[in-house]
């Protein structure tokens, strides 16, 4: 966590909010990113990869794409129906 | 670094709103993999078929429903 340092602006430990502010929003969505790839991974491994063979095939990869659109698809749906309910 | 920043109100005001904003992404998270497991049974197509998208929209609110009424009987458990 030694991003959360102070700036190199000053030679002060002087607490700049605005900087934390930044580091936790950019440290939050980082982490967020990870686990929702993590997520697509496993998912569309799941339903497209479902013999793997010494390659993937074309029709392998258009599965994935077409799963990753549909898995970020229903996640913008959910996160509307929750904020708005 | 100056301990009176920690209790300024301006501070505690974003972090509760990431709280929030995580809790709710967490939540989104849930409902998704939980109803995609369940409604996209075959191959991920083009668009949702109508069926999936009825599916995955009553998923969501039978998740909810269930949640409550676990909580209710977990209640009267205690």
Known sequence: MDSFS?????SSSQFNSDVFKD??????????????????????????V?????????SESSCISRCMDRYVEATDKYNDFIVLS | MDPSAINSPE???????EKERAM???????????CWD???????GSKFSSSEQSCLSNC?????????????RFQNMQ
């Open chain 1, 6 to 10: 102070s700036p190199s602006s000053g």
């Open chain 1, 50 to 58: 479902t013999k793997p063979g010494s390659s993937l095939s074309g």
């Open chain 2, 24 to 34: 709710i992404n967490e939540m989104v998270a849930k409902l998704t993999t939980v």
């Open chain 2, 11 to 17: 501070l505690l005001q974003f972090i509760n709103q």
């Open chain 2, 60 to 72: 969501a609110r039978r998740y909810l429903d269930m949640s409550a009424l676990i909580m209710k």
């Open chain 1, 23 to 48: 580091q936790l929003k950019n440290q939050l969505a980082q982490a967020y990113a990870e686990e929702f790839l993590e997520t697509l991974r496993a998912k569309c491994f799941d339903k497209c």
């Open chain 2, 38 to 44: 369940k409604c996209i049974t075959s191959t991920p």
